[in-house]
């Protein structure tokens, strides 16, 4: 059975997600999308004790922020019909994962993701982890793209078992080659930082560059069939129109 990410995501409010984005990943290991979503909400009565207060001036920087990505990526990712650029990239677990090696076996779902600490982005993630069984049925596999470091990718798999590579573009050129790539700003990461958030812990010293969320339907000729990539980070594609895609091939 599948599970659309659009109605998991629903299960947090916009609140929720503000509050729970600058909490720690490790906080969240869920058996479930739904377990998941309710850890989540558990957390909320005990950082409103302590978290922090967003002023004006940091809303103003936030949506100037979004507004300057709007205007930078206004229609992100690479598009269906084109050849879907190689890469080779190493996994959670130091292995070298090549895209046309995986493509031999089968088509790639591919997704790109901000990192651990994002929860809409492990909300996903564990939405694909309950559907693994479902893409393997058209011979399909996940690989899911981030610039978070090894060791955190690690950490991830690990915690939350993850049945499919995780990959590490630390030099963000699998995210430029997709077209998904963007920068923070300084004044940004220095907000994010200031309310608990400190991307270079997950990306690495100077790492402030993040893909908008993308995911890519490969064929085994390596050829994009299905794209779906906006700079609203809470648009995701679902398991649902995965699989629907993957059935068209």
């Known amino acids: 059975m599948y599970l659309p990410i659009k109605r998991v995501t629903s299960l947090l409010s916009l609140s929720v997600f503000m509050a729970i984005t600058f909490y720690s990943a490790n906080s969240f290991a869920a058996e479930s999308i739904e377990s998941f979503a309710e850890k989540a909400k558990e957390n909320i009565a005990q950082m409103k004790k302590k978290r922090t207060i967003w002023t004006d001036a940091d ?22 019909g084109n050849k879907a650029p190689n890469f080779a990239l190493k996994n959670a677990f130091g292995e070298t994962i090549e895209l046309t090696k995986e493509l031999s076996k089968g088509p790639v779902v591919l997704i790109f993701y901000r990192g651990a600490w994002c929860p809409y982005c492990n909300l996903h993630l564990h939405a694909l982890k309950e559907n693994v069984a479902e893409f393997a049925k058209y011979g399909a596999q996940v690989i899911a793209i981030t610039p978070q ?11 939350d078992g993850f049945a499919f590579q995780v990959l590490s573009d630390s030099s963000a050129r699998v995210m430029k080659d997709y077209q998904l790539y963007f920068e923070l700003p300084a004044d940004l990461m220095r907000i994010y930082k200031e309310h608990g958030l400190d991307v270079e812990e997950f990306n690495g010293k100077g790492g402030n560059g993040l893909p908008t969320p993308g995911a890519f339907i490969i064929d085994q000729q390596g050829v994009i069939r299905t794209m779906q990539a906006e700079v609203d ?16 091939l």
Not at 67 to 80: F, R, S, Y
Not at 233 to 248: C, N, Q, T, V, W
């Open 59 to 80: 809303r103003e920087i936030m949506k100037a922020a979004e507004e300057q990505l709007a205007n930078d990526l206004p229609n992100p990712g690479l598009k269906a």
């Open 149 to 159: 470091s090894p060791d955190k990718s690690a950490e991830q798999v690990k915690k």
């Open 233 to 248: 980070y809470k648009s995701r594609m679902s398991p649902e129109d995965i699989i629907a895609a993957l059935a068209e």
